[in-house]
C-alpha cells in the first residue's frame, strides 16, 4: 500500500512511519552526550517546557524519579532552588521560548548545566545548553507539533534506559518508586 494511502486509511501507520523515521536521522554522538549527562551520579535533575513540551518533561522528570534520581519539575510548589552542578532538562521545540529560555538563563547563571531536547540547533537555548538533542522534524502530516513532542517523549525514555543501564540496582528499585496511590 502505497504510504500516502495508509495515512488516509490508517493514520497510525503514517505516525509510526513518521516517528521511526525521524529517530532514524538522530545524531547518535548527541544521543550519547546526552545520556553521559544523564548518568552523572548525585546530580539533582530539573526538567521544564511548556505546553505540551511541558507535559513531556513532567513524564521524563517522573521516570527520573523511578530511577533514583533526585527529580524535580520547574513550576512546582515543592521545586527547591536550581543550583551549582544540578542539571536542567529544557524541552523546546523551537528552542526560544521565553519562559524556557529564562530559566536556562537563571540555571546557567547559578552553575547548572542545562540540557536541550528540540529541533532546532541553531535556536538561542541551543546555544545556551551543554548538551543538545536534535530530534530532527522535516515536516510531518501530524497535528501542530505532535511528531516533536512524540520524539522527544522516546528520546527522553531512551536516555532514562542508558541511566538504568549505567546503574545495576536502578531497575530493581523502580517498582517500589512507582506511586501506590492509584
Given at each position: 500500500?502505497?504510504?500516502?494511502?495508509?495515512?488516509?486509511?490508517?493514520?497510525?501507520?503514517?505516525?509510526?512511519r513518521?516517528?521511526?523515521?525521524?529517530?532514524?536521522?538522530?545524531?547518535?554522538?548527541?544521543?550519547?552526550?546526552?545520556?553521559?549527562?544523564?548518568?552523572?551520579?548525585?546530580?539533582?535533575?530539573?526538567?521544564?517546557?511548556?505546553?505540551?513540551?511541558?507535559?513531556?518533561?513532567?513524564?521524563?522528570?517522573?521516570?527520573?524519579?523511578?530511577?533514583?534520581?533526585?527529580?524535580?519539575?520547574?513550576?512546582?510548589?515543592?521545586?527547591?532552588?536550581?543550583r551549582?552542578g544540578?542539571?536542567?532538562?529544557?524541552v523546546?521545540?523551537?528552542?526560544s521560548t521565553?519562559?524556557?529560555?529564562?530559566?536556562?538563563?537563571?540555571?546557567?547563571a547559578?552553575?547548572?548545566?542545562?540540557?536541550?531536547?528540540?529541533?532546532?540547533?541553531?535556536?538561542?537555548?541551543?546555544?545556551?545548553?551543554?548538551?543538545?538533542?536534535?530530534?530532527?522534524?522535516?515536516?510531518?502530516?501530524?497535528?501542530?507539533?505532535?511528531?516533536?513532542?512524540?520524539?522527544a517523549?522516546?528520546?527522553?525514555?531512551?536516555?532514562?534506559?542508558?541511566?538504568?543501564?549505567?546503574?545495576?540496582e536502578?531497575?530493581?528499585?523502580?517498582?517500589?518508586r512507582?506511586?501506590?496511590?492509584?
Amino acid at each position: 500500500m502505497d504510504p500516502r494511502e495508509a495515512a488516509r486509511s490508517r493514520p497510525w501507520l503514517a505516525v509510526g512511519r513518521e516517528l521511526t523515521e525521524l529517530l532514524d536521522r538522530v545524531d547518535p554522538a548527541q544521543f550519547d552526550a546526552f545520556a553521559d549527562e544523564a548518568t552523572a551520579a548525585g546530580t539533582r535533575w530539573f526538567f521544564t517546557g511548556q505546553g505540551r513540551s511541558g507535559l513531556v518533561a513532567q513524564m521524563a522528570a517522573m521516570r527520573f524519579m523511578h530511577l533514583g534520581r533526585e527529580a524535580h519539575v520547574l513550576g512546582e510548589a515543592t521545586a527547591p532552588s536550581v543550583r551549582h552542578g544540578d542539571r536542567l532538562v529544557v524541552v523546546s521545540g523551537s528552542g526560544s521560548t521565553p519562559v524556557s529560555l529564562g530559566f536556562a538563563r537563571i540555571a546557567e547563571a547559578e552553575g547548572a548545566r542545562v540540557l536541550l531536547v528540540t529541533f532546532s540547533p541553531g535556536s538561542p537555548l541551543a546555544e545556551l545548553a551543554d548538551a543538545v538533542l536534535v530530534a530532527p522534524v522535516v515536516e510531518s502530516e501530524q497535528l501542530m507539533g505532535n511528531l516533536f513532542e512524540q520524539s522527544a517523549l522516546v528520546l527522553l525514555d531512551a536516555v532514562a534506559i542508558a541511566v538504568a543501564d549505567s546503574d545495576p540496582e536502578a531497575r530493581a528499585a523502580m517498582a517500589s518508586r512507582h506511586t501506590n496511590m492509584q
